[in-house]
């Protein structure tokens, strides 16, 4: 890793002590700072109140700074406005990732912290011009994967003000951003086809190998392989148990309407 470049590890878990762990072990490995998903299975308790306490609690025992994620598109929950004006004020929490595409929202974000040590961080590169537009400081965008020099450029030409250049590249941006779904190593082929004006984007052929040659890649295979077993396995059982299940019927059947098993005849 380039030593002026920052890596930024997500380490949200559904609990806070998973979360603290994965944290901690994020920042081992070398991470600089966290970013940390709000924890959605149980989102009907997710009060604003439960959300400080865990966010909290991650901040305090986390060696490295902590970032906010909200995206409520893929968790159902988005972290209240009020949440975040309050964890704003803990030493250790310096900004949020928000992928919810409300620009009021994130400008009343920028508004209310304005006083604090925090930044907000557009969540998506199909509306990086509008949030830079209310005070974003920047965004953590997935079509950068694809189209960074793009994506960057966008960026230089909201920080020196070129508004007119920059809503014209934003607009070209909108449907390839759309088309990569937030998952861009997947969707090359169909960034490209949204891709206008010579857009160069990387070769699907190139991002296969690279994520299938990766560590990464081959535990994927492997786990691939073993749910695939496991799987088999279980339709195994579960066809033997319904064929018991259905011949133990049977037989209870059999008893009630008081036929019992059949003597075998043996012909004369």
Known sequence: MPKDKLLLAGSGCESTQATVEMTVSMAQVGADAAIVVTPCYYRGRMS???????????????????????????????????????LSQHPNIVGIKDSGGDVTRMGLMVHKTRRQDFQVLAGSAGFLLASYAVGAVGGVCALANVLGAQVCQLERLCLTGQWE??????????????????????????????????????????????????????????????????????????????YLFERENEIEREHERGEGPREKQTPC
């Open 48 to 86: 604003s109140a439960a959300l400080i306490h865990h966010y909290t609690k991650v901040a305090d025992l986390s060696p490295v700074p902590v970032v906010l994620y909200s995206v409520p598109a893929n968790t159902g929950l988005a972290l209240p406005v009020d949440a975040v004006v309050t």
């Open 165 to 242: 250049d920059a809503q014209k590249l934003q607009h070209r941006l909108i449907e390839p951003n759309t088309a990569s779904g937030g998952v861009p190593q997947f969707c090359i082929e169909q960034v490209k086809e949204k891709s206008r004006d010579g857009m160069p984007v990387k070769s699907p052929a190139v991002l296969c190998r690279a994520i299938l040659g990766s560590e990464a890649g081959r535990k994927m295979c492997v786990l691939r392989d073993t749910f695939v077993c496991v799987f088999y396995f279980i339709l195994i059982f579960l066809k033997d148990f319904i």
